[in-house]
């Protein structure tokens, strides 16, 4: 069934303990071929835990699981040799050299040594490494690191890439050229499953997310969409002095019932307004009497998403 | 970057355990290949340092005192030097099997990157093991290659089945002491281990005297040691003097324990690498 639409995973009441802790509870979802599917939460919502059942390296508790058709619990290996995944920690081998790393783990693919470094000079070419090939891998940035590790998830030509928290720890520059190249992975139809607690890489990178906090799924959909269903279409954030937030609650509330503002909500700094015209809901806040330090009216992001849904911030 | 984009619809079998446990012993020969020079020079000079010290420094003084006859009638040298390979073994298993191990779980998080491929946890047992052999093989065969300059084996049978004796010995440590190091989750615990595990067994194994010489409550806790019957084994081989059913049962014990100790390893690097 080669080109047939059955989805690549689907997990039914999915569920992982690791004795009276529920890690991951009962969860369902789909992915289906060629899209990028993104598991969006905080640390600890049960995301990894996901993902190593994915990867076949953590059987599952209970529910039921479908990887590449097969099932995880009988046929573990079979499925790990189609699929490719960037750890969460970086697992390269720091005295080998770059090439070294990709030639030895494409033999535990059982690939040949000839085939196996044809794959590794083609790859470090894909992820910009050509130069370093011989350098040690201990040197390198951790910009650098994160592509070699891409580049060594890609050897068996895996056609599913599990990535978790592909970006975690990067400078802005080094995420750009690792989503750079998990962009050009998904042109070329690989299909990704990734997690992450960056909203702007949810965004960037992900056709569909759900959003996981305390190990259940809490909304599901593409970015768009759950920006239009949980947050308005532009965001006012107030900023006050500390201790004034505190005396404000009259006129805040009066924001809402006034004006096109649908909803507050209030952090330790500022206030957040949702309205579909920030600029407008400025004015009114103004007119209300409220003098902040400063305004700043911004398109709603899943961040906001998180928040509404939570009432917490997602990297704190 | 074509191929990347292919999906590929062929579906590969499973790889057999052991072609999966020869890839692990792949890596862990390229990751020793680093390190291969100074661990080849310092296998070499330890046996020769000991032997020209021990052997026959100490050992002019031991032969001349009349000792011979309770050395079983041979040279401090002949007695010491097949103890000592004996040693050598266990000394290598222990640190082959604990630090290298704590470190691919815990610190490089090889397995791990291994787990994530088709190689199963019981494949990088297996292929761990292999490895520890091969360090074994190698240690012990430049250490007998030393004895052998130094005059000490009767025959050459003798000079390799004290080399197989050696490698068996060290195994009987290795495999469990593996086990053991999976399950930690740092090195902690090795330091005791080092101290008053393998040190005692080095000093009071029958390496540098003849077991009679403990006091008699002291000698069957000797018995019971793996690095006595190994000793024994690897002297009894070198001499030609050993005892065929004394060497039944020093084969026996030593074997029964690494392949006790290779299902450990089974057991515990599966539990600690899929949870």
Redesign the interface.
């Known amino acids: 069934m080669p080109d047939a639409p059955a989805p690549l995973i689907v997990a039914r009441g999915l569920t992982k303990r690791f004795g009276a802790f529920t890690a991951v509870d009962g969860i369902d979802f789909e992915v289906a071929r060629g899209e990028s599917f993104g598991f969006l939460g905080p640390n600890g919502a049960g995301k990894t835990s996901t993902m190593r059942m994915i990867g076949c390296v953590s059987p599952a508790s209970g529910g039921t699981l479908t990887v590449l058709g097969l099932d995880p619990a009988s046929d573990g290996p079979r499925i790990r040799a189609k699929i490719g995944v960037v750890p969460q920690q970086d697992t390269l081998d720091t005295d080998l050299s770059v090439r070294e790393n990709l030639v030895i783990y494409g033999r535990y693919f059982d690939l040949s040594y000839r085939e196996a470094g044809r794959r590794a000079d083609e790859l470090l070419d894909f992820v910009q490494l050509t130069d370093r090939a011989k350098s040690k891998v201990e040197p390198l940035s951790g910009g650098m690191k994160r592509r070699v590790t891409i580049a060594r998830s890609l050897i068996n030509e895996p056609s599913l890439m599990l990535l978790d928290e592909p970006t975690t720890g990067l400078d802005p520059q080094a995420r750009h050229q690792v989503w750079d190249r998990l962009y050009r992975l998904k042109q070329q139809g690989v299909t990704l499953v990734l997690t992450t607690h960056y909203m702007d890489e949810a965004e960037q990178l992900c056709d569909r997310l759900v959003v996981m906090d305390k190990a259940k799924i809490v909304a599901a959909g593409t970015p768009r969409e759950l920006i239009e269903r949980y947050s308005t279409r532009e965001v006012l954030e107030l900023r006050f002095p500390v201790g004034v937030l505190e005396t404000l609650d009259g006129q805040l509330d009066a924001l809402v019932d006034g004006t096109n503002a649908r909803r507050l909500e209030r952090l330790p700094d500022r206030v957040l307004v949702y309205a579909e015209d920030g600029e407008a809901a400025s004015v009114a806040a103004h007119e209300r009497g409220l003098r902040p330090e400063s305004v700043l009216v911004r398109r709603s992001s899943l961040e906001d998403v998180f928040l509404h849904l939570t009432g917490r911030s997602l990297v704190d | 970057?074509a191929?990347?984009?292919?999906?590929?619809?062929r579906?590969?079998?499973?790889?057999r355990l052991l072609?999966?446990a020869t890839?692990v012993l792949?890596?862990s020969l390229?990751?020793y290949r680093?390190s291969f020079r100074a661990s080849l020079f310092s296998s070499f000079v330890q046996p020769a340092l000991f032997l020209a010290a021990m052997g026959l420094g100490l050992g002019g003084i031991v032969d001349r005192s009349g000792a011979t006859i309770s050395l079983g009638g041979v040279s401090y040298l002949a007695f010491l030097a097949p103890g000592l390979l004996a040693s050598a073994g266990m000394q290598t298993a222990f640190s082959v099997a604990t630090y290298p191990i704590v470190a691919a779980i815990n610190w490089?998080?090889?397995y791990?990157?291994?787990?994530?491929?088709?190689?199963?946890p019981r494949a990088i047992a297996l292929g761990e093991m292999a490895f520890m052999v091969f360090r074994l093989w190698m240690v012990t065969g430049i250490f007998s290659m030393v004895a052998l300059a130094f005059g000490v084996y009767r025959s050459p049978g003798g000079f390799f089945l004290a080399w197989a004796a050696a490698i068996l010995t060290g195994l009987a440590f290795a495999t469990p002491v593996a086990a053991y190091s999976a399950t930690r989750k740092n090195a902690e615990s090795f330091n005791a281990l080092f101290r008053f595990g393998m040190t005692p067994l080095f000093l009071f194994s029958g390496t540098f005297f003849p077991l009679e010489r403990l006091p008699a409550f002291l000698q069957p806790v000797a018995w019971l040691t793996p690095l006595y019957h190994g000793v024994a084994l690897a002297r009894g081989f070198a001499l030609g003097t050993l005892d065929p059913a004394a060497g039944v049962v020093h084969i026996a014990y030593l074997a029964i324990l690494a392949g006790i100790g290779a299902i450990a390893c089974l057991v515990t690097f599966e539990r600690r690498?899929?949870?």
Not at chain 2, 112 to 120: E, K, R, S, V
């Open positions: 970057m191929s990347v984009s292919v999906p590929r619809s579906a590969s079998a499973e790889p072609r999966s890839h792949e890596y390229l990751a680093r490089v998080r090889t791990f990157a291994m787990i994530a491929t088709p190689l199963t690498l899929v949870s």
